[in-house]
C-alpha cells in the first residue's frame, strides 16, 4: 500500500501593509493633483485580472507568449543556472501560474510567493499544496513596489527571486534601480542566490502602440475599468465610458505611457468634495518602460550583480535575465 505523502499547510504572512486610510487619502491625493494619477496597483481587481488574463492573450500583445516560449526553449539552462533545492520568492504573484512550471524543474525546498493581492495569492497557493506536498508554501501580503522586506520569510539557504512579465517597467529606472539593489540586498550572504526576470524591449512605436492599444479594445476596457474600482474604494461617481482610453509609446523616453482622458468636463464626487476634470484633462495610469538588453545588463551590474546571462528569442522582442 502507497505511504501517503505529508502535505504542507500555507502560510500567509502580512507584511509591510498599510493602514487602509493612508492608503485611501494617498488616492485621493493622486486624483486631486495636476496631472492626476492612479498607482496602477488599482488596476487589480477581479474584474482587473480576468480582463488582463485576456490581455495576455491578444495577438497585439507579445510579452506574455514571447517570455513564455523563451523559458521553454532554455529551460534547462535556466534551470541549470538557478540551481536546485534552494528558495523561489515569486514577486507579484498573483495566480502563481508562471511559477508553476518551474516549480518541478528547480524543486525548490521553500516557494514564497508575494503580491499585493492577497486573496488571490491564497487561493492559488490553497490548490498548489495537493500538487507540491513536499514544498514549504509562503504567501506574502505586501506592497513590495514600496519596499522589499523579506528577510524575516527567508532562510540563509540560497534563494531566487523570480520578477518575470516585465513588470519592473513599471517602475522608473532610477526607481528600477533601487528595487533591484533590495534584491541584491537580500541575496548577500546566501551563496548561490540571484534573479531570474524578464525585460521588454525597445522596439517599433508601432507594435509597442498596438499592443498597448489594441482595436478589439480590451485594453482599454481594463484601463477603464480601474475608475470602477476607486469608485468602490473612495464612493466616488467616475463615469468610466465618459473616459477615453490613451496608450502611446514616448520613445525618447523609452517607455509607454497609459491614461484615461475626459472626454467631455467631468465632476467626480471625492472625498474631501468634487473634483472638476476638464475635456481633454488626462489620469495617468501607468508607465511601461522598456530596456535595450545592454542597459538592463548594465542595471543589474550597477546593483550589484556580477554574473549576468541573457536569454532572448530569435526576433529580440524580449529578454529574461539571471543574474547572480
Known sequence: M??????????????????????????????RATPAAIP???????VGCALFGAICALPEYYPTRTE????????AAIAEAVGRGGQFVDLGAGDCAK????????????????????????RALAQMVPEFPDIAMTGVVADFTRGLELAGELDAGPVTFFYPGSSIGNFA?????????????????????????????????????????????????????????VNRLLDSDFRPDAFAHRAFYDANAGRVEMHVEAVTAQTVRLPGGPRTFAAGERIHTENSWKYAPEEFAALLTDAGFRRVRCWQDDARDFAVFYAA
Do not use: Q
Not at 10 to 30: C, K, N, S
Not at 40 to 46: G, H, R, S, V
Not at 182 to 189: E, F, N, P, S, Y
Open 2 to 31: 502507497d505511504t501517503p505523502r505529508r502535505m504542507n499547510a500555507v502560510r500567509i504572512v502580512e507584511r509591510g501593509t498599510r493602514d487602509p486610510a493612508v492608503e485611501r487619502d494617498a488616492l485621493v491625493a493622486g486624483l
Open 40 to 46: 496602477p496597483k488599482y488596476f487589480y481587481d477581479a
Open 99 to 122: 511559477a508553476l512550471a518551474w516549480l518541478p524543474v528547480i524543486a525548490p525546498a521553500r516557494y514564497v510567493a508575494v503580491d499585493f493581492a492577497g486573496d488571490e495569492i491564497r
Open 173 to 229: 529606472p532610477a526607481d528600477a534601480l533601487t528595487f533591484v539593489r533590495d534584491i541584491h540586498r537580500h541575496c548577500i550572504g546566501r551563496d548561490r542566490s540571484g534573479l531570474l526576470i524578464g525585460v521588454d524591449t525597445k522596439k517599433d512605436k508601432a507594435r509597442l502602440d498596438a499592443a498597448y492599444d489594441d482595436p478589439v479594445g480590451v485594453t482599454a476596457a481594463f484601463n477603464r475599468n480601474m475608475l470602477r474600482h
Open 68 to 75: 513564455r516560449a523563451i523559458f521553454a526553449a532554455h529551460r
